[in-house]
Every structure is written in C-alpha cells, then in structure tokens.
C-alpha cells in the first residue's frame, strides 16, 4: 500500500513538510512496510530458532547420516561441546542441565510465526512485483565484471554510493534470492521430514531426503549456512552504515548522510 | 487526510472484529473436532495447538512408515533408566507372572490383565523407527496387542477422549487422544526384535506409538484410565512430561 501511495507525489510532499528538519530524501520508502514488519519478525524467530536449536543439538551433539543412528552407532561426524544428557560420550567430565523443554516449544512456536510470516512475505512479494524489481538480478548486471567489483568494494571497506544505497546490486540480489527461496524452503522441508507424523503421511518429505539422520544433518548444515548470511549481512549493513539502513529498514525512509545535504 | 484516516479507522475495527469472531468460532470448532491439546495454555500454547490441530487434520489416519527386517538396527540403544524400584524387582523375580494391567474409567467393565492375557489376545507386530527427541533414533520390530484390541474387550463409552497411561516409575504418567489410541500401529507392546521385551526397553510391557515421539512410548505400564477430560489428571495438562515442560503432542 505505503509503495504505492508513496509513487504519487502529495505524500510525499507532506512527508518533507511535516518533518522539515530532519534529513530525508524525497525517494519512495526504500523499504515497503510489508517487507519491514515481516523483516523483523522473521529476525526475532531466526534469532528464538537459533538459540534454541543450539539447546537442542546440545542434547546429542552427534550427527549421522542415512535413517538411524544413536550412540552405539558410528556418526558421520559430532561437535566438540559438552552435553545435557549423560550417556552421550563426549569426553567432558560434566553434563549440561537440560534445556529441551521451552527449547523444543519455542522453537516450533517461532518455526510456525516465521513460516506463517514468510508465506505473507512470499505472496505479497509475488503480487507486488516485489521479487521482480528488487531481488531479482537484472539480466545487464549478470556479468563476471559486476559480480567482482560487487564483491571487491565491500572487501576494501568501501561505502556504497548514495546511489547504490537505494537498491541492491547483483552480488545481493543473488544471495537474497538464494536465501530467500532455497535455504529458507530447505530449513523448512528438512525440519517438517523429522516429524514422524508428518512423514507418515507424507513419507517422501524424508525419504527423498536419504532418511531421517540425513534430514537432521542437512537441517543443521542449512542452519549454519543462514547464520554465516546474518554474520555477513549484519557486516554490510554496519560498512552501509548501522545507523542509516536499521532506520531504513525500521521507518521505511532513508536518511541522507551530512555529508551528502 | 482526516476522511481517509476515519475511513482506516472503520475498516481496521471491521476487520478486527471479523477476525476476533472468526477466531472464536475457530477455537470453538477446534475444541468440538478435538484439536485442542490439553497443554494450550501458556506462551507456547500457540505453537503447540497449531501443530495438534494441523497433523491431527493431516495424519488422523496414515500409517508410521514401516520398515524391512533387514532394516532393523542391530543394536537398539536402551535410553537411561531410573534406578527400578523394589516392586519392579519383586515381580521380575517372580518373571513378571503378577504383572498386572489394570484398565478402568470410562469402560463399561474395568478389567485387569496379565502379561499372559495380554498374549493370548491376536498378537501384532511393526518394524518401526523409534525416534527421541534429542534427535537419534533406531528401527526395531515391535510385538504386541494392539491397544483398540484391549479397549474394545472393556467397552470403551462413547464420551471418551482420552487414554490416561501410567508407568510403575514414579511420576510417570501419559495420555493419547482416541485417534492415537484406536490406531492400529498403536501397541501395548511386550516382544521386541522376535523376544520378549527386554526390561532396558520397556518390559514386560511398554506402550509403543510409531507417530510420535520417543518419550510418549513409557514403559512399564500397569494402569490405562480412559477418560473424556484431563483436567483432574495431576496438574490438567496431559502428562508429566508436559508438566515438566516437554509438549503433551509429540508428532512433532
């Protein structure tokens, strides 16, 4: 809606006139509001899966591969970190107090409200033109040129360009666009395959996956992969400047830099 | 500005009352159909009653997958048991002869049985997985009575909702809705692997549903109370694992 009311001029001429002081642009928001409430909701489930997930890898902090496997089997590989159950071997003289309980109602709450968000964020994002303008790499960009300087001048801890600052260059596009549609479904698919009622009725989700053990190491693989996305987006966001891209992503505006008024 | 405002303004007390009174119909259907688990209240009661209701829609009827014998783990990890108490010890002296299973509630004849009743009865078998909650998981072969068997030899009364489980172990408890207590891959389960069920398992008789979790399959049971509410069951959320904050529904 705000997208859309914002195109036509007298809003945003009352914008800059009701808040003359302050350094804002005349740009369109350069967030709609649909894609900031969704934003950080999913930012609060990520955060409430995260910690929770790694409460519960700590209750067996082994990882297998195929349909089965416990401690009397091989893993494929396990963490090196203590444990909250005793009789899994992992060579600390100590075993953590068990934390599964909220963990496991936490983290299936904020799997729901995140997945339930993502679907309102799909949908709009799909009726919007949203993925097509904004998260989708223009045809002109997909060149070995523009992904390099892309990846090189946040590498030499150069600022983005006022310019650039409004919209998302290729190298964003495509880690947008990968996160977006394949880790975020894959997280997903490999958590509801670990359900046993779920798969009863839908075997496939865990078959096609190599069985239930192959289903929870690749739910954990993508898990880390999503966290190396956040380490990595919260590091551009601080390079674009902290303060200027959180306020963009929180009032849907952009304040211009001193330098730039 | 001021007409497009009151304008919002209506329309969001519109919406919100439709979907105030929608949501209330909601959880009255809910209730009716028996989607509503006994643990919703609280700040996890969201998410543990979307997931009941919407596997309770989706998997009423499917099958656990089951497995060939030559998938089964050839070592079946035990998971820790508290130390057995003197009555265990008593009666596995004694090979379990007086191990009694004693069914009552809402059952037109209370019943008690022994493991060597329970034999008698059409014996069943699964090879299954059975997956804990920490996240391993083993298959076995399964053999038992199928709990609907046990239940319709009592007559179950038409109001019944739920089957109350209780273990030997102190404060060990569990309940099932009737969708889980009349499926048939739902056992009370007293051979393992071609054997008796070895006491690390479970034996002489441990209750054994394929469709959930690890810790909803207790063992050493000796009571089954049927029953239309849970409310007057320990602390009225379904369990005891629920009242130590572990979900009532584990199809997970």
Known sequence: ?261 | MMDISRRKLILTGLAATAGGSGLAVAARLAQKYGLVPPDHDGIYGLGETLTFASQRLLTRHSLAREFPRSRISPRPFPNELAPLTEDFKRLRAGGFAEWRLSVDGMVAQPESFSISDLKSYPSRSHITELVCEEGWSYIAEWIGVPLSHVLQLVGVHPQARYVVYVSMEPDTWDSIDMADALHPQTFLCYGMNGNELPVAHGGPLRMRLPRQLGYKNIKFITRLTVTDSLKKFGKGVGSAASEAGYAWYVGM
């Open chain 1, 1 to 261: 809606m705000e997208t859309l009311k914002s195109v036509q001029v007298p809003v945003e001429a009352f914008v800059s006139s009701s808040v003359s002081t302050a350094p804002i642009t005349t740009r369109s928001p350069r967030h709609s509001v649909l894609v900031r409430v969704t934003h950080w909701i999913t930012a609060l489930c990520f955060l409430a899966l995260l910690v929770t997930g790694i409460e519960i890898v700590i209750s067996h902090p082994r990882f297998y591969w195929g349909e089965t496997g416990n401690v009397l089997t091989t893993p494929l590989f396990q963490l090196p970190i203590p444990s909250s159950r005793r009789l899994v071997p992992t060579g600390y003289g100590y075993v953590l107090p068990d934390q599964n309980g909220w963990s496991r109602a936490l983290h299936f709450e904020a799997a729901w409200i995140a997945v339930l968000t993502g679907l309102l964020y799909a949908i709009s994002g799909l009726l919007t033109g949203h993925f097509w303008k904004d998260l989708l790499p223009r045809r002109a960009d997909l060149s070995w040129r523009a992904l390099l300087t892309s990846i090189a001048k946040p590498l030499r801890f150069e600022r983005p360009s006022e310019e650039e600052a409004s919209s998302y260059n290729v190298v964003q596009r495509l880690t947008y666009v990968f996160v977006i549609f394949v880790l975020f479904p894959l997280v997903i698919w490999t958590g509801l395959a670990l359900s046993p009622a779920l798969i009863s009725a839908f075997p496939a989700l865990v078959t096609l996956l190599g069985g239930r053990q192959s289903a929870r190491t690749i739910h954990f693989f993508v898990s880390v992969a999503l966290v190396l996305f956040l380490l990595v987006h919260v590091a551009m966001v601080c390079l674009a400047g902290f303060k200027s891209r959180t306020g963009a992503m929180i009032t849907g505006r952009t304040a211009t830099r001193k330098e730039h008024t």
